[in-house]
């Protein structure tokens, strides 16, 4: 079957294949389960649609599901991560892509729209935007799909408001939360490539700037080690006072956002939620100040109280937006404020995704042969999880310990 | 009321008193919270018994229960960590002391059925000895108790399986697994003191050296990040994929314990487990190799095969016993194999425990207040978990970020 | 009067111009130097010839020099780090420049003779070619030189070796052993940016990888720091034993390229010298290996060998040539061998070179003040090193500590 | 010949045998070269005098210098470093010992003169004490003297001093300043023994401290990189701007003395000059700030401007003076202001002094073997100064890369 498509330009897909094999190359544990399962062709039949950042990484995944007999149609899940000629190369693959670098907003809820007009069984979603969507404008998709699975914390958020309010109407697994994803995708993966986004953007030196991390959950953690690794005097915000202490202890400075904004070089909002950097702060920030947002939608630098602010606006240099205000600062903004990491770099490391993806795969596996689990936001089975950092730990030739049976039944009394 | 002793020389009062004012002025929350309900008195009329490290941080939340009307007393939860001064300054203050250092088992048994006899109401535990002696010997006792709280790992390891097996008869709270406490003392506290255990004790340079963590909790995490901070590369042993994948993420080495034996110039371990170094793994260690233990109970090495293997046994150095084997190589194990940081050194930081307590006060005070719970393990509620933190942020002068309305509302919406 | 050129192409002036702006904006040091000695213009009348990597940094420096007077003549000093519209602005802006990237080495060493050919009284060198030029084959031009600086390792070493052969014709000043260049430059700058390079070029992770650093000096920790900030395990080869011994207490492992060769992920060589990366090195390496190069020259891996030994070589990704060895193995080149932080990333951040060039610059100035100094190599004055720190201080507005009178005294004194 | 003795308590012996083997057995460089000189015996017939910290490494010094032949007289450098046992054990084995722990400033000086009395021909000094009463009082004596060797930097200065102003009458080796004396020793050695001191004195925590370094050179780097390691955030004082300029770079925050002072909960003194701490700073500090010296001398400081502001004075703990100022604040002193290190723990780790001991006796050896040198500071030569490097190496069987002789032809060459 031909793949359907909207994507810029299918010419560009020699270059998109060799991004491709880069990534597979570092990918071992979507590997071994892609042999594990080669064979049995699990989801023969079966139509996958994915939002994801179409870049080589997940292209991967998309390849993987495809090699086990799934259709795959696939939009991308931010118009500045898109990359162009990795479509090309899926569509070449025989996988249906809807997505093109900078689209509009309204092109991108098409996008959506045509994926799930597919009448996919599972979805595989990244910020939800897949599942609204299907319940708000599709509800005879939506009654078809028998689960699915989430891997920011951002969809989580919105997959258990929906839960709450008892419109959830399939389940879907909360990949975000299993521990082979938050450990290492959420603070390896954020931290270094938020790092490379601002190297290569900005050219500036980390090293004793004071850099601002807005949100200590498991992406800020990354974000903060990263630049005090480069050298940075990391400045903490955050609102929870255990993290607040955390970030302390871990020789952080926690301030308020008010405070933080006077004395921040480097500004780079990781919560979540929206609206976390306003205009009070803008008008005290340094001039130079630089802003990235690495939080799944643009809305936690507020834009619209920057433009309104500024008296001058410029392209300064790639992914920089310079806005110039009334008292004569200057503030630059990278990617727009879209995720920095994936609008002005590369995304997570390849060794990362290969974990999330393998988490991702299982988990539509696991739908697949649970097709009337409840509606809810379920937690990655242990075993699942569990198996995919064995097979990490097994490619890397890493032997672990082994509780003897002496210990197992001494774990599990209370006698001395 | 006269309290009640056994303990050492009443004579040694005046250093211990020394010792408690000191902890005391680095204690803000335990002082905010003293504060709060001296006037209430809330615990007069009842009676607590606590079996923790009788030193002077400990002395502290004694005398806080005592200020707030309670009739304390204390057992020592380890012969080693048990200081004398401190003992007689408590019994000076009031309170009902029974313990010794160096004491033997036998004693320190005695010692618990003791403070068990004065029908305590509420327990303070850390391991869950006295817990788990009410329940084996003294039921009528245990049938009065409406409650308490247990701060180790290994102790919430205990009670979890009383529970399972049906025979825990009160309500206990697991101080160790609310965010104050771990997050704080067992990585942060066992961190730094397992160092200052190391440097008193050895007077070995940590830089360069090859340091092996078994157990990479989140004591472990805190010991593997201070001896990174001292200069050591560090090697981790763990049985869970998860932690091994971290440790190694982390920048650290993973492997056996077979493989980390022949490597490690120290070992220190921290697993909540028995026997993890083993004779197979004591044969296979480098000459001059440093052993030490942080986990609760002094059973992770395998002492009995260590005096097995030795031909030769001296003390070279205060807190120091070197077994020297058939190979001729020297093995120094320090402090018997028990808790390094209490018996070689002063335990936790004072600000460390300041939290602690704080939560094991006022977990107290929360049974004391539902004295109808039904058995089981309870988790510490989230607000006095959070307020905990919150102390310590006011006492500190620094400024939580707070949610606007707006960002409330959106945390709890999924529509875009 | 108008500027020579032999550009890649004029009409890319406008990035070019964008670009120094954005760098502009982050030189403060050169900018408070430039305000000094606007008004009296100490160049005017002289020629100065630079071979320097023609990127935006460097343009700031070239244009203050032609602000200050000077008629600035420029080579670019390697072929894949010279930026074709930065080139262009310089142009327009009155700069004669000779550069194209990716030029051929026939004319990169012409455009040394041509800007030779115009008749410099001062050389800003950078890697000693253009002292090295002169010297060899216009001897007539090098008779008018009345010195300059040089600001790498290498070209110092080379300088060095001619001065002992009693050959070098004018003084030098070794700005790379000016403290405000070799600690800042060589170890945050190169540090930073070549973790810079090697994430945008490959977006593989760093955490829990294998890092071999080969060399040690002032470079070399830099690199090593930068890289197990980001997480890696930093291996280190040396032939220093002082070096060696120091990387061991800094935490890394230390080896022979032998035992490094079998154990590394990626391999950065900051040496100065040539084949530290042989072909038995190679034939060592994992499948999936790293090289990459921040010395001066594309020397230090032996790229003959490594063609030698190949049976296939492609381009897998931008900046990156595969060669897969005979057993099967894929070893990834960076950047053709060359230095991986300025030809696969924008080199070494502003702030940084801020300072290196302040230094250029007032040594350019020393230089022009005292046209009689005898051949040789020469330190930068003290006060010229001390200054330039002093002006970042400045614009940082830190406060240093000043010596009371009796503490000078105190130092000078050796009574107790 | 019986040693002549002034020391607390021979009966003391015994603890100190076993201290001194315990060192013993982590000293490998010194062993190695006890090993090559003991048959020829090169020190025999020669008086040795030191004025060094009579601790258990320091002995191991002593003994191999008597094992090699030589006749010593040693008295402490500093009457809190001095332990009594080890002083009683070296007295055991033949070395004529001076020192007392807690002696008055009078008696110190009298055992300096009794161990010149000895008629040394060569002096091992640590701080220049020795040298400077050799000069001032007795001139004969120093007449007599060969030469000898200074450890510390505070020692050199004091020599320098001596040799501008032309007093200074024989050699003596500057072996601070060799490679490896200040690389490890000042940095790794002072950076961990200072950590040593606060932490066994104080038991408060350092994660999320503001810890104040007053001085940023090798010893100051050392324990800023150690607080910072232990969660501190660390704010430097400094006067030099390459210095300041580092430590920012380093993700220091830059303050002066004035600035530090309001902000500090620890504060350490690492200059080498006097009242680096004032009247004016100690008045700006807060309630329970912790003041300890890590200088070579208890005057960094101003321990009278301290005594002055006191309203109350009080011994806290073992180690700790509490000042109460008027405006009701405590400030703590560590160890009455001397080096914290080493009055307050045991030193510099074991493996350190063995390096910097095997430079005092290599030095000693080679002012043994030019017994005509010209008075003046000197350098120890480049040969000693690496063959302590290699010989660590050796004994920790770490293999360092070899030049290859075209290298080495490379690095003296200057044409491409």
Redo the contacts between chains.
Sequence with gaps: MMPNKRIANLDLALEGH??I???W??MPVLRLIEERYRGSRPFAGTTIAACLHLE??TACLLKVLRNLGATVAAAGSNPLSTQDDVCAALVEDGISVFSRHGMESSEYYENLRTVLSMRPRILIDDG??LV?LAH?EMPGIAGEIIGGSEETTTGI???K??EK?GVLRFPMFAVNDA??KF??DNR??TG?SV??GL??TT??????KSFVV?GYGWCGRGVAT?A??????VVV??????R???A??????????E?AAAVGDFFVTVT?????IREEHLRKMKD?AILANAGH?DVEIDLDALELLAIGKD???AN?QTFTLLNGN?LHLLAEGRLVNLAA???H????MDLSFALQLLSSLHVLQNPSLEPGVYAVPEEI??SV??L??EA?G???????D??RA???????
Excluded: C
């Excluded at 005090?228 to 005097?233: D, E, P």
């Excluded at 915000?237 to 255990?242: A, K, L, N, R």
């Excluded at 302390?248 to 956002?257: I, K, N, Q, T, Y």
């Excluded at 490391?349 to 990362?352: G, S, V």
């Design positions: 060799r991004k094999e880069w990534a190359a570092s080589a990484k939800a935007d609204a708000e958020k919105r997959l408001a929906m309010e521990y082979s450990l290492f390896y993966g270094q790092i490379d190297l290569r050219n500036s030196l980390l090293a004793g807005v990263r005090a690794g480069l050298g940075a005097r915000v955050e609102v929870d006072p255990h607040a202490l955390e302390l202890m871990d020789g952080r400075e926690v301030m308020s956002m405070e979540g939620n929206l609206r976390v130079g939608f392209r300064t240099r920089i200057r770099a590369d995304g490391p390849i060794e990362i999880d569990r950092s064995e990490k730990l890397l890493i032997r672990l310990e082994r509780l003897t002496e210990q001494y774990m599990a009394s209370w006698k001395e």
